[in-house]
Every structure is written in C-alpha cells, then in structure tokens.
Nanobody, 123 residues
Framework: QVQPVESGGGLVQAGGSLRLSCVAA????????VGWFRQAPGKGREFVAT????????NYAESVKGRFTISRDNAKNTVYLQMNSLKLEDTAVYYC????????????????WGQGTQVTVSS
C-alpha cells in the first residue's frame, strides 16, 4: 500500500514553470505506476501524464506534450512533474495516483489517490 502526497503547486505567470512532486509513503514503490491528473473548476478529472514503475515507459496527454515531463526517483519514493511554458488553461488541481502491476495509470485503474495541489496560471 502507498499513500501519495502532492506538493509544489502555486501561482505562476503564463509562460513560467513549476515542478510538482508526489511522495508515496509505503513499500515496493517501484512496483507502482504513477500518474498525474488534473481537474479544472466545473470540469471532469483528466489525464496529464503517467510513468511505469521502472520509469522506462511514459505517456502524456496531447495538450501537455513537449511542455511537461514526468520522471521518478524510486530511491526517494518520488515522482515529479516538470511543467514548462505554462498556459492559462493549465490552471487546475493536480492529483497524483498510483496503480500496482500496470505500466500506466488511468482514472479507472488507480488504486490510491493524493489530495491534490492547486496550480494557478495567471496572465
């Protein structure tokens, strides 16, 4: 069992950068794929990026490709989301989720969710 905890959100101007962190307390962290999702006001939760347990497989939503990078450090039980060239439409609560025995996390196969961290992009 792992318990994801997100941090690193905040207020940033359009074009700026932020790095989110997801620390997952628990054992066997490297056996879990981890994903980032986001939910803007009035909208459903959407997929952003996912990374396999070893870090060798990643996948991104089309809207963030080339701007966001997901990575992980299993020695620190941490997954990162580096967000560059931020846009107003990136404003949302960002959630981290973990799923065991899969290479990618989706909203339907996630086993554990964090509480979220707010990212606000201003003009």
């Amino acid at each position: 069992q792992v318990q994801p905890v997100e941090s690193g959100g905040g207020l940033v101007q359009a074009g700026g950068s932020l790095r989110l962190s997801c620390v997952a307390a628990g054992r066997a962290f490297s056996t879990y794929a981890v994903g980032w999702f986001r939910q803007a006001p009035g909208k459903g939760r959407e997929f952003v990026a996912t990374i396999s347990g070893s870090g060798g497989i990643t996948n991104y939503a089309e809207s963030v490709k080339g701007r966001f990078t997901i990575s992980r450090d299993n020695a620190k039980n941490t997954v990162y989301l580096q967000m560059n060239s931020l846009k107003l439409e990136d404003t949302a609560v960002y959630y981290c989720a973990a799923a065991r025995a899969v290479v990618a996390v989706t909203t339907t196969n996630a086993d554990y969710w964090g509480q979220g961290t707010q990212v606000t992009v201003s003009s």
